[in-house]
Each structure stands twice: as C-alpha cells, then as structure tokens.
C-alpha cells in the first residue's frame, strides 16, 4: 500500500540553525500538507500546497517558513532560524484530488536546543 | 476561524465495552469530519470519515454519526480490544478551505483486558 515517507525522523538542532525536513508524498497526489504537533497536543495545520504554489496557510506559518516541491516527488519545509518554540512532531500529507482522503506520514521529530 | 471541541481528553473501558467520543465544530459551512487514531510514536491514521451529505456511516466496529443542525459529530466503537488503545483526533476540514484539517485536541482511550 502506497505511504507518506518522512526523513529524518529525528532532528536534532541548535537554535537559530536552518531545517530542512523532507517528505515523499504519494505518487500521483496532488495536495500536500505540513502540520505540527507539540508533545502532547493537538496537530496543527502549517501550510497546504497545490499546484506547486501555497493555497492556504496558518498563523503559525510566518516568514520563518518555507515549502518547496523541488521535483516530481519531493515536498520539503525549510524553518530558516529555528527557535525552541520550533521543537515538535512535524507531519506531512498528501491528498489525491480535491474530495480525497488526507494521508499522514510518520513524522519528524524536531529539537532545537 | 473553525473551532473544535474533544470531548473526553481521556477514556478509559473495559474490552468488550463501547466507546464513544464526541466532537463538536463552530464552522456550520465545514464539510468534511474524519477521524484519526494514533499510535505513540507514529503519524495520524485516518480510522473513517463522513461528509456533510450522510448522517452516518460505519466500517465493521466504528461508526461515525453527524448532525449537522447541532454541529457536532461522534466516533463509536463496538467491542473494544486492547490494540484499540490509542489517541483519537476528530478533525473538520472548513467550507472553503484546500482541505487542511482543524483537529480536536484528541481523546487518549486506554482498553482494559
């Protein structure tokens, strides 16, 4: 069964470093997808994307952030100067069309120190 | 913006037992309510999912009902297992919105044996 891959599962950075955590969709999706989710709360949406451009995005997703599709099957999220409130689970997914199910893959985990 | 209420933080049954877990959502244009089981240490998992035009629907020992006049929304499973315990988020995808999920901030059910 085809799955959302995440590398690395672990990050482990000093603050003020960049990030760049990357995630294989579903070949053939078309909606992609980062949420966050600090240790023991819920998931939160960052930023979806389509089209190779961003068509929605949170609060949480400030200029600190960027996603980028570099080709036909990577989808990455850069965190510029990471800060100690960056230390989280980040989630990406994937879509086929616009009524599909949205899939989850399992995560990086990001501490800034 | 949409707001979602889980309800319990945690739960706790006897296998055999039924559990359910409720949602509610303030976006009356949202159309779009899955809900996800996670595992620790793993990515949200979509468990089942029903859109604004279906009272309810149900995959063997869950089922989820809607009722959209009130706008909140249920998960229930039916004899409970142990592999059952996990965190479930109810989520709800806003009218309007590329499909990015707003979560609930999750339900931890523990299935004693």
């Known amino acids: 069964e085809p799955e959302v891959t995440q590398t690395p599962s672990h990050q482990v950075t000093q603050m003020g470093q960049e990030v760049i955590l990357r995630c294989v969709p579903i070949s053939n999706h078309l909606y992609f997808y980062w949420y966050r989710q600090i240790l023991g709360q819920k998931v939160e949406f960052l930023v979806s994307?389509?089209?190779?451009?961003?068509?929605?995005k949170s609060e949480i997703f400030d200029d600190q952030f960027s996603v980028e599709r570099p080709d036909g099957s990577n989808f990455t999220l850069k965190i510029r100067s990471t800060k100690l409130e960056d230390s989280a689970m980040y989630f990406c997914a994937s879509r086929a069309d616009s009524l599909g199910e949205q899939y989850f893959g399992p995560g990086t985990r990001l501490t800034v120190t | 913006g949409e707001n979602v209420e889980q309800h319990p933080s945690t739960l706790s049954v006897q296998e055999g037992d039924s559990a359910v877990i409720k949602c509610t959502y303030s976006d009356s244009a949202s159309n779009y309510f899955p809900w996800y089981k996670q595992e620790l240490g793993k990515g949200p998992q979509l468990i089942i999912d029903i859109r604004s035009n279906v009272g309810e629907k149900k995959d063997q020992r869950i089922a989820v009902t809607l009722n959209k006049t009130a706008k909140h929304f249920s998960l229930h499973i039916t004899e409970t297992q142990p592999e059952d315990s996990a965190v479930y988020f109810c989520?709800?995808?806003?009218?309007?919105?590329?499909?990015?999920?707003?979560f609930g901030k999750g339900t931890k059910l523990s299935v004693k044996p």
């Open positions: 989520a709800v995808s806003p009218g309007g919105s590329q499909g990015n999920l707003i």
């Open positions: 994307f389509y089209n190779n451009e961003i068509s929605e």
